[in-house]
């Protein structure tokens, strides 16, 4: 499977876990002047952005280390401009990450959430 395609792979396997686990979809590659937000989806009144990374191994930190701090930055900031957008500035929110990452041989793969993967700095105590 080439990477692009496993990369979508991953997004649907991504919102198919959520899905099941009670999560509703608000947006799906949701565009913003920072970039991209993978998944929006929403649970228990809580607004949740989730970042997907699909890897075809656990080489150089594996999918969930790729979520590093100038992407953690750039996606607060997109998610700023969605909670603009639509009005949510009262709703609380978290970020998410789902890494799916092919098994050894590449025959099966694994799905890791990390609910709360990080918290934005705000510039602000919490």
Known sequence: ?????????????????????????????????????DLVM???GEVVFVEVKARSGR???GALGAVNRPKQAALT????????????????????VIAVEKAYGGLSFTVTHQVNAFRPDLGRRM
């Open 77 to 96: 900031r997109t998610a700023s401009a969605y909670i603009s957008r639509f009005g949510l500035w009262d709703r609380p929110c978290r970020f998410d």
């Open 42 to 44: 929403s649970r228990r």
């Open 1 to 37: 499977m080439k990477r692009r395609s496993f990369g979508r792979f991953g997004e649907w396997i991504a919102l198919i876990w959520l899905l099941i686990r009670g999560y509703r979809l608000r947006h799906r590659n949701w565009r913003g002047p920072s970039g991209e937000l």
């Open 59 to 61: 080489e150089f930190g």
